[in-house]
Each structure stands twice: as C-alpha cells, then as structure tokens.
Nanobody, 115 residues
C-alpha cells in the first residue's frame, strides 16, 4: 500500500504565503519525479510543479516565480512553498508522482485565497 499524506493548506489573504508538505512511501518517492497538482472547482486537475529525483524542477507558467518545489529524499517528503498567493490559486492541492499513480490520489489539501 502506497502512503501519501498531504498537509499545509488553509485560508490566506491575497499576497500571503503557505507551505504544503507531502510525505510518500519510499516505493513511490524513491524512483519517481514528484509533483504537486491542483484542481479548482469546475476545472480539470493540472500539474503545478514537479521535481526530479536529482532536483530538476518545472513549473506551470501561472506560478513561475511565486512557487518553489523542493524535496527531502531522506524524509520522502516533497514541499511546495507558495508566495504571493492570488485568488486564482484557490484549489485542492494534491501530490503524486509524475506521471501520476492514478490509484493513489488522496484527498489533497484545500488552499483558499480570499480577502
């Protein structure tokens, strides 16, 4: 059984910051690029940022310069530091491998950006 535990979401004002954390089983984390995805109401889930086992990163255009993904291989944990948050960043955020292990989507963590 693969474990994925996401945390760190919450309510924040525009311009604020949050840090998301995801701890995964070694089975997934050890050999895969890891990513943060998000799904806003009425929209498809999208890949926001990913990081390879060697630390190479990619970001979708809308978060470039504001979000930073990182990983701690010793802790099997991937982080998403989100700065300068905007209302359009409101969504449920999920972590998974890239490409995703579709059997292992979990409940995610809600991020709400609102005055």
């Amino acid at each position: 059984q693969v474990q994925l535990v996401e945390s760190g979401g919450g309510l924040v004002q525009p311009g604020g910051s949050l840090r998301l954390s995801c701890t995964a089983s070694r089975m997934m984390f050890g050999g895969d690029t890891m990513g943060w995805y998000r799904q806003a109401p009425g929209k498809q889930r999208e890949l926001v940022a990913d990081i390879s086992t060697g630390g190479a990163t990619n970001y979708t255009d809308s978060v470039t310069g504001r979000f930073t993904i990182s990983r701690d291989n010793a802790k099997n944990t991937v982080y998403l530091q989100m700065n300068s948050l905007r209302p359009e960043d409101t969504a449920v955020y999920y972590c998974n491998a890239v490409p995703p292990w579709n059997r292992y989507w979990r409940q995610g963590t809600q991020v709400t950006v609102s005055p």
